[in-house]
């Protein structure tokens, strides 16, 4: 067994208590081994004097290719914005693009502490391949969309959702599993949900897509089917706490009832929900209703980084606007949900510092003088840290990033291609 000591560094315990302890990890297991001033020396040292060893964040819903258009539209709610701006140039992605961009944001997330999203697109083996190499954990799966297309072309991308989601789960040495993508209720046709949903769940697969992200898209549901949308999704199997959902913002009471009683999640995402002026999801009244709630940076083109410290403040500010409650989803909520909360919904035993936990940790550097005093280091990770603030990242038992410098992938590298690509893909688009 080869060990990784994580020393010097005070700890984030499940229960959000913080206290002075080193973490052991079984590198081949990829696991924590053993949390405590008393754990054993380990064959290789990450120092973490100074720092707070942190679960490793856990984006829960992103499109992490998604980074190739980050600034290329703004200001404009979620119909314009995507059949307007977003849908014609994502036509003209290939394959060799969705790497480039997925790279990107993978160095991105390890930056700040991210070592496991869940992701939304097409082209999934340039995604899975790029999660790979970098050494993250990640929730894969091809998105599909029926309106505008054939019947034939409908029944082919649903297709390749199911064929994608069996073909890449438990690739890059398990640190990949799949979903099943109808990418939302209103995008995918009644027929291909009732013919799919039943097939995906035959075939073991969990189930990810967009639901109740905007008002706009709850009305033609109730117009069309006589009822809310998640009794529609109820209706049609896409409730069950393997199944976790995008947004969840025009959410009613009946509709949270049914979201905790059924055990699925939510991946809120408020960065997203506030630019696009979605709306702000009732988080605190799901989390005491008992529902799964997870957090998202949604794609960088809707937020427009992938900085999971930025959601935690987010979530926490907009929480309680949401509530009208300066008391609601608190610091430690907050930090529960892009931790425990997304892990759970994603169906990943991360998001924990406790033996037997996948050893994904992140060590946050609490000098800067943004940091100080520290009173409260729960506090700090809600409202003060940022992603700059990340010294070391380890996912899967394995250092990802060493004091600032990502050792997987090389960041020169991956941003000039990025750019480049970006470029190019835009001329393209606007030729056509
Ligand atoms: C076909 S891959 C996924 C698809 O989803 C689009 N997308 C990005 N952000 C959102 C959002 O907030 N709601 C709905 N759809 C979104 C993305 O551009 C891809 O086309
Ligand atoms: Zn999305």
């Not at 091809?142 to 073909?167: F, P, R, W, Y």
């Amino acid at each position: 067994m080869t060990t990784l000591r994580i020393a010097g560094g005070q700890v984030l315990r499940p229960d959000m208590t913080v206290e002075r302890a080193d973490v052991l990890v079984d590198q081949d297991a990829g696991e924590i081994l053993e949390v405590g001033v008393e754990a054993g020396v380990g064959d290789e040292l990450l120092e973490a004097d100074g720092g707070l060893v942190i679960p490793g964040l856990v984006n829960g819903h992103t499109h992490v290719a998604m980074t190739l258009l980050r600034g290329y539209a703004d200001d404009k709610p979620l119909d314009a914005w995507l059949q307007e701006d977003i849908w014609p140039v994502e036509a003209e992605l290939t394959a060799e693009d969705v790497r480039a961009g997925a790279e990107l944001g993978i160095v991105e997330m390890i930056k700040s502490g991210t070592t496991a999203f869940s992701d939304m697109y097409f082209h999934v083996s340039e995604i899975a391949d790029a999660v790979d190499e970098a050494g993250v954990r990640a929730v894969l799966g091809h998105t599909a969309i029926t309106v505008g297309k054939d019947e034939e072309g409908a029944e082919a991308d649903m297709q390749e959702s199911l064929d994608v989601a069996l073909e890449l789960d438990g690739a890059a040495d398990g640190r990949i599993s799949t979903t099943f993508q109808p990418h939302s209720l209103t995008t995918v046709g009644e027929e291909y949900l009732r013919e799919f949903v039943p097939r995906a769940r035959e075939a073991g697969l969990p189930m990810h897509f967009h639901a109740n992200e905007t008002e706009g898209e709850v009305e033609p549901i109730v117009d069309e089917h006589g009822e809310r949308p998640l009794a529609y999704a109820d209706g049609i199997g896409l409730l069950s706490p393997e199944n976790f959902l995008a947004h969840g913002v025009h959410v009613d009471d009946e509709e949270i009832d049914l979201l905790a009683d059924s055990g699925t999640g939510v991946i809120h995402c408020p960065a997203s929900n506030m630019k696009l002026a979605s709306g702000m999801a009732p988080v605190q009244r799901m989390l005491d209703a008992g529902v799964t709630v997870g957090l998202g940076t949604d794609g960088a083109a809707s937020n427009n980084d992938l900085d999971m410290f930025d959601e935690i403040r987010d979530a926490a500010m907009l929480g309680k606007l949401a509530a009208d409650d300066a008391s609601a989803v608190a610091a430690a909520d907050a930090v529960g949900l892009a931790t425990a909360g997304s892990a759970q919904a994603l169906g990943i035993d991360s998001g924990r510092i406790e033996p037997g936990a996948n050893a994904d940790l992140a060590v946050v550097d609490l000098a800067a003088p943004r940091l100080t005093p520290q009173h409260d280091l729960v506090s700090h990770l809600a409202y003060a840290v940022n992603g700059g603030d990340v010294r070391h990242t380890i996912c899967d038992g394995d250092v990802l990033m060493r004091d600032r410098e990502v050792l997987t992938l090389y960041e020169p590298r991956v941003r000039d291609a990025a750019a480049e690509r970006a470029d190019a893909l835009v001329e393209r688009a606007g030729d056509e």
